[in-house]
């Protein structure tokens, strides 16, 4: 249930820098974002397929080129919820927000970031809690 309880409320925070969001709810956000990329990226490899097997397909090329723009439009629609949950994932811990700009980095801020997705919330409330829109 927690599954995907978390991916709806990711959607429903589309562009929610307030507020805080426990740990479950980024992995189990980051895990159907993986999935779904997973099977995204792998439709748009059939064209590949279809010409190692030697397929002449004109549905091929149109399937490839319809899972091509609905790959970049899932990946351009995530961006602004993701970093959203960054960094209220960032005040579950009582880390200001800004700290995910250390994500701008190239592969070390990207660790980085996972790293700090991994590390507990601060217990009981903090100054993020009674924040509101």
Known sequence: MHLFFAYKLFWLNYAEFKGRSVRWEFWFVLLWHIAIFSILHGVTQLGSIFDLLGFDSHVGIIVVAVANGLLMGYELAIIVPLIALIVR??????????????????????GLILLLMCAKSSPGPNKYDNEKN
């Open 89 to 110: 994932r960032l005040h579950d811990m009582d880390v200001t927000g800004w700290v995910a700009l250390v994500g701008l980095i190239p592969a070390i801020g990207q």
